[in-house]
Nanobody, 123 residues
Framework: QVQLVESGGGLVQAGDSLRLSCVVS????????VGWFRQAPGRERDVVAA????????YYADSVRGRFTISRDDAKKTVHLQMNRLTPEDTALYYC????????????????WGLGTQVTVSS
């Protein structure tokens, strides 16, 4: 049984930082690419960041590049998203997702999802 469990969300002020974590179980972690997605009310669920199986390749949406960092720890089967200099536009429900092979940018390519963790940034 594949499970992805996100944690680390919360309510913060603009300019603050959060570190999200996604613990993965039930699969061979090193064979899966992982992405972080977010969805705000009335908005589409869009990719925020993604990381390759080896951890050597990463992708960031333009809106977060330079502020967010994605990483993975194969020993702990965990993916992190370090979020710095947060703004109210970052407010959303954040999901991690995994797929066999290398990551893609389309949410429809991911068969495994967590339930999400809420990030709220006040001004």
């Amino acid at each position: 049984q594949v499970q992805l469990v996100e944690s680390g969300g919360g309510l913060v002020q603009a300019g603050d930082s959060l570190r999200l974590s996604c613990v993965v179980s039930g699969l061979t972690f090193s064979r899966y690419g992982v992405g972080w997605f977010r969805q705000a009310p009335g908005r589409e669920r869009d990719v925020v960041a993604a990381i390759s199986r080896s951890g050597d390749w990463t992708y960031y949406a333009d809106s977060v590049r330079g502020r967010f960092t994605i990483s993975r720890d194969d020993a702990k089967k965990t993916v992190h998203l370090q979020m710095n200099r947060l703004t109210p536009e970052d407010t959303a429900l954040y999901y991690c997702a995994a797929r066999p092979g290398e990551p893609l940018l389309d949410r429809r390519a991911y068969p495994h999802w967590g339930l999400g963790t809420q990030v709220t940034v006040s001004s």
